[in-house]
């Protein structure tokens, strides 16, 4: 059950294999009509400290591995894997990149991915709106990830439930795109507050729209004054290479601070 909107997770698939429930039986334990508020607040609690357990052994993994590992958050369209097979296009040829696809159904985006000749999983959370450690975990067992990786975990579309499950990615990025309107930062604050980065997608289309930058940019900063903010359009491929800057330089730094732990 989902700590924020209560959905059942129960239908998960990985590259369509139907996964076993041994963990999610305890993680999914669903209240029944006379619980308690407070049984209630203890099912949540066990939901994400489980989560995290699983999100540290992940975490534990990438840093061995040196695998610089990014969770990329968004409502759905705002742009998430055009911007990937963008970065991929980009960066391919110095770097091993895998994906990980979070999505209700469909592989449509791990095929997407695949078409760039980058290796991609596809995990269908059926009625589930966010991706966990678990799962990604599991996700893991199909890429075969060589040391000193980049990997992007593609969030199911969503701006509210993935900002409380950890994957144990290096990172959190919200993507917001200028059609969604710049007062999102404010209105879902949990999920600017936890990223450390705030991509604002599709300005070719500023022109066309009532879109204020600056004061989303405001709002953001409000929320979080550390995060990191890049204007960028996929399509048209303007600051894309600024973006691809900034993930180097920071895989270099997550590759020192792990070879020296
Ligand atoms: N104009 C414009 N359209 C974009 C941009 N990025 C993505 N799109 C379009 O937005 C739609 C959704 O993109 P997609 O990558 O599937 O979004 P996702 O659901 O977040 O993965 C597609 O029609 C894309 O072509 C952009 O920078 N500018
Ligand atoms: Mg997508
Ligand atoms: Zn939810
Ligand atoms: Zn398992």
Known sequence: MCKVCGCNQAEVAIDSIEQHVHHHTDMQAAPNANDSAARLIEIEQSILSKNDEFAEQNRNYLS???????????????????????????????????VIEGDQQTALDAARIRETGVKATQINTGKGCHLDAHMVGHAF?????????????????NLICPAGFDLGEAHKVVILSVTEGEDKPLKYPEIFHAADVMIINKIDLLPYLNFNLQQ??????????????????????????????WLVAEKNAFSIAVLSE
Do not use: W
């Not at 067992?141 to 579309?157: P, S, Y």
């Not at 989303?216 to 800057?245: F, R, V």
């Open 64 to 98: 061995h591995k040196g695998i610089f590992s990014l969770n990329l958050i968004s409502s759905p369209g705002s742009g998430k894997t055009t911007l990937l097979t963008e970065i991929i296009k980009r960066l391919q040829e110095q770097h091993h990149i895998y």
């Open 141 to 157: 067992e199909h890429l075969g990830m060589h040391k000193g990786a980049f990997l992007f975990i593609e969030n199911v579309g």
């Open 216 to 245: 989303c940019c405001e709002y953001a900063k409000q929320i979080n004054p550390e995060i990191e903010i890049i204007e960028l359009s996929a399509t048209s491929g303007e600051n894309i290479d600024q973006l691809c800057h």
